[in-house]
């Protein structure tokens, strides 16, 4: 279930994807604002919500799994020398109020709480942007400020013990078809090959689509990519791969994805040509 206030981003009058901003869900699915769903413009869905295999995964979003202990991810928490475990830890990032609010995206405010406590105090920025008759592209970015008085640091499964699991940042859980889809950058290809590397882009192709993600600032472009494609299909950028990402009282982490989301199956040179039209108009 979800409240009214729930924006529907559009492009020439065409709706692409809704933005819910206070989302009903139970405090182990870390409750916050998410996308979904999002669509090509030729109306074909290209995120999931709550799937059987992961029901924390919440559309296109911003999750981490661990800010100084409390999981923002939603689901298990992985515990050095214990695995997965069920904790009481889970936080919620709550829409505090839109400063910007337009048919085709919106600057809007959130407060990270956990454990009766505001960590974080994030401004989102979305927008919606056609690129051609057959591709979109929507520009995230999100900045997270540290409001306690103390240092804060994120984490991930990966800093936490559990190699190649540095999930934790922008987050899109793609849909699941019959088909496991294929994924490839300028110059490799396969989950195995691309997981935890970095590259300017990245694309995941399904049937009928194509989504391309890309980091659009030299910090962002730093960070790897997580890369799910035969468990699940799912793109990420990962804040604290090999170690924490330490926060300062009072300073600001800032990240910027811009996602071409395309009808059809686009190879590399497509890709890489809508890919600099997003990011450099």
Request: proline residues 7%; negative net charge; glycine residues 10%.
């Amino acid at each position: 279930m979800t409240t009214t206030d729930s924006p529907v981003l559009r492009i020439a009058g065409r709706p692409v994807c809704r933005y819910v901003t206070r989302p009903e869900l139970p405090a182990r699915l870390s409750p916050r604002p998410y996308l979904h769903p999002v669509t090509t413009l030729s109306g074909t869905a290209v995120t999931e919500l709550s799937p059987a295999d992961h029901t924390h995964h919440l559309g296109v979003g911003v999750a981490v799994p661990d800010v100084e202990g409390h999981n923002f991810w939603g689901g298990r928490t992985y515990v050095r020398d214990q695995g997965p475990t069920e904790l009481d830890n889970h936080g919620a990032q709550r829409h505090t109020a839109f400063q910007l609010r337009d048919p085709d995206g919106f600057v809007e405010e959130l407060r990270w709480v956990a454990a009766g406590g505001e960590l974080l105090r994030e401004r989102r920025t979305v927008a919606a942007t056609e690129l051609t008759d057959a591709a979109w592209a929507l520009d995230f970015t999100f900045s997270l400020t540290n409001v306690t008085p103390d240092p804060l640091s994120i984490g991930s499964p990966a800093t936490n013990g559990r190699p190649g699991a540095a999930y934790g940042g922008f987050f899109w859980r793609a849909r699941k078809e019959d088909d496991t889809p294929d994924v490839f950058t300028a110059d490799r290809e396969g989950e195995e090959e691309l997981h935890g590397t970095r590259a300017d882009w990245l694309a995941l192709a399904g049937t009928g689509w194509t989504l391309v993600f890309a980091g659009a600032t030299e910090q962002t472009r730093r960070d790897p990519w997580f890369v799910r494609t035969a468990e699940y299909p799912g793109v990420g950028s990962s804040l604290a791969h090999r170690e924490r990402l330490p926060i300062a009282p009072g300073d600001t982490v800032v990240r910027r994805i811009v996602t071409v989301v395309a009808d059809g199956r686009l190879d590399r040179d497509a890709a890489a040509a809508l890919v600099r039209k997003a990011v450099n108009q």
